[in-house]
């Protein structure tokens, strides 16, 4: 198994109310450092085999993002989520 | 009401296709339109990769595939979607409501796309609308600059293009109609409906198909969306 993660966020010339909400709610909290906030979605995808990172690609321009409003990133990550077993010793 | 006592402005049993996907809401309303119309409403399936011979079709408002991922994004993917986006580039006239327009605009037949309400609530109310285009399938039966009334209703009508876009849209006569006495969702120039190109794909924000008779709508002003199709349907046919 073999983890593919896809970050997709809006474009920056794209407004995000859901970010503008969050960062106005930051001040009940106390912080009173952030510029601003942008929230996107994260998607996990399990190959049965290999990362297929080009596959992936094409699942995410085709579907989990719209190039009209947004960007997209693709990496592989090791499957584990522990981030001890992120590290060396892993082959 | 209706063409049968109107026979010269509609061909005999003109078939408008109602899709209904897992989660439409709409597509008995507007199926209801099609007929008040003087239309024949032919209801075609999501998984049905067949447009069943119809001359038109109208995409219905609700959430198809529970809106999961992006609104229309999965049922853009739909049987039916492959074979209707050929035929609408073939020049089928095809109206897509609210969810309709979002799935057109994920399809790439419209330019632009439907992102969440820039005030972040649902905003469900009677709202006024200048048409801006009478040259397309679905609104020759309006006058230009005329004010209709129509319910809106959506969470993620904010309609959005690049500034180029908006241009061309502007300059090619493609806003169909914009909000007036008010925009709802803040959509980028009070942009509520547009058309491709040729003008045989039209999407709108807002509910045509609840404007059709004075026990449920605000007005009758939806009816002259479907009464243009058929009107359409007649000039095409001869």
């Not at chain 2, 241009?167 to 980028?188: I, K, T, W």
């Not at chain 2, 026990?215 to 939806?222: A, H, I, R, V």
């Not at chain 2, 359409?232 to 046919?237: I, V």
Request: glycine share 12%; charged share 20%; aromatic share 6%.
């Amino acid at each position: 198994m073999a983890r593919v993660v896809v970050d997709v966020m809006l474009k920056p010339e794209i407004l995000d109310p859901q970010g503008q909400a969050v960062a106005n709610a930051l001040p009940r909290l106390g912080v009173r450092d952030v510029a601003s906030v942008r929230i996107g979605r994260r998607v996990e995808i399990e190959f049965a085999g290999a990362a297929d990172l080009d596959l992936a690609r094409q699942i995410a321009d085709k579907l989990l993002a719209n190039p009209v409003i947004e960007d997209f990133t693709v990496r592989a990550e090791d499957a584990a989520w522990e981030p001890e077993a992120k590290g060396a010793g892993r082959p | 009401m209706g063409a049968r006592g109107e026979r010269g402005r509609a061909p005999v049993n003109a078939r408008i296709g109602v899709v209904t996907f897992p989660g439409s809401l709409d597509d008995g309303d507007a199926a209801r339109a099609v007929r008040l119309a003087g239309g024949e409403a032919v209801r075609l399936w999501h998984a049905d990769a067949a447009l069943r011979g119809v001359d038109a079709v109208v995409l219905p408002g609700g959430f198809s595939y529970g809106d999961y991922l992006r609104c229309g994004a999965i049922a853009r993917f739909a049987p039916v979607m492959e074979k209707l986006a050929d035929a609408a580039r073939g020049g089928l006239p095809v109206l897509g409501i609210c969810n309709g327009f979002q799935i057109l605009c994920e399809a790439h037949l419209l330019p632009g796309a439907l992102t969440r309400n820039q005030h972040l609530h649902f905003r469900n109310r009677d709202q006024w609308l200048r048409i801006e285009s009478t040259g397309t399938a679905w609104t020759n039966s309006f006058t230009e600059g005329q004010e209709v009334l129509i319910p809106v209703k959506n969470g993620e009508g904010r309609y959005v293009a690049a500034a180029h876009t908006l241009d061309a849209l502007e300059g090619e006569g493609r806003v169909v109609a914009r909000y007036v006495r008010g925009n709802p969702n803040g959509s980028q120039r009070d942009i509520a409906a547009i058309a491709n190109e040729a003008g045989n794909v039209v999407g709108i924000m807002p509910h045509p198909e609840h404007a059709v008779e004075m026990l449920t709508g605000p007005s009758l002003d939806g009816l002259a969306f479907f009464t243009a199709i058929l009107k359409h349907l007649a000039g095409a046919t001869g």
